[in-house]
Structure formats: structure tokens, C-alpha cells
């Protein structure tokens, strides 16, 4: 059975940083393409982040140089560090694999 657990969102001010976990349990992370999707409030779904099986990693133009996607194997646990954030990066962080099984997301509230 799939699982994904994200954690790590939180509140902090323009310019901080926040590291988004997502474990995944019931299948092997490096072997799917692996996404972060976001909502933000009254918004659309807006892919951010992907990593594939080889470990290329893809970024939406608006976070690219601040958000890094990374995946530890050991642990099955893939992470999106975010820097540099922004009012705009507010949302709540999804973990996907495949663009078909979701996690219950995570909320990232970016305000001073």
C-alpha cells in the first residue's frame, strides 16, 4: 500500500528557509518520477519539483535557484529544501508519485 507523509511546512518570514520532508512507505521512491505539487489559497495545482529515477531533477521557473528537490534512499524519504521564500511560495505542498498517489500536504505560510 502507498503512503506519503509530508511534514516540515510551517509559518516563517520572506527570505527564510524551510525544508519540506514526504516519507514514502509501500514502494521504492527512486524508482518513480517523484513530485512536489502545490495549492495555493483560491488557486490552481502548480507542479513544482520533480526528480526521476536517475536523479535529474526539473523546477517550475519561479523557484528555480531557491528550491532544491533531493531524495534519500535509505530512508525513502524525499525533501524539497526551499530558500529564499517568498509571500507567493505560500501554499499548501503536496508529495506525489506519478502525478498519481498523493500525500495529505503540508502547509508552508509565508508572511511577515
Known amino acids: 500500500q502507498v503512503q506519503l507523509v509530508e511534514s516540515g511546512g510551517g509559518l516563517v518570514q520572506p527570505g527564510g528557509s524551510l525544508r519540506l520532508s514526504c516519507a514514502a512507505s509501500?514502494?521504492?521512491?527512486?524508482?518513480?518520477?517523484m513530485s512536489w505539487v502545490r495549492q495555493a489559497p483560491g488557486k490552481g495545482l502548480e507542479w513544482v519539483s520533480g526528480?526521476?529515477?536517475?536523479?535529474?531533477?526539473y523546477y517550475v521557473d519561479s523557484v528555480k535557484g531557491r528550491f532544491t528537490i533531493s531524495g534519500d534512499n535509505a530512508k525513502n524519504t524525499l525533501y524539497l529544501q526551499m530558500n529564499s521564500l517568498k509571500p507567493e511560495d505560500t501554499a499548501v505542498y503536496y508529495c506525489?508519485?506519478?502525478?498519481?498517489?498523493w500525500g495529505q500536504g503540508t502547509q508552508v505560510t509565508v508572511s511577515s
Open positions: 506525489t508519485k506519478s502525478l498519481w498517489d
Open positions: 509501500g514502494f521504492s521512491f527512486s524508482s518513480y518520477f
Open positions: 526528480i526521476d529515477s536517475g536523479d535529474a531533477s
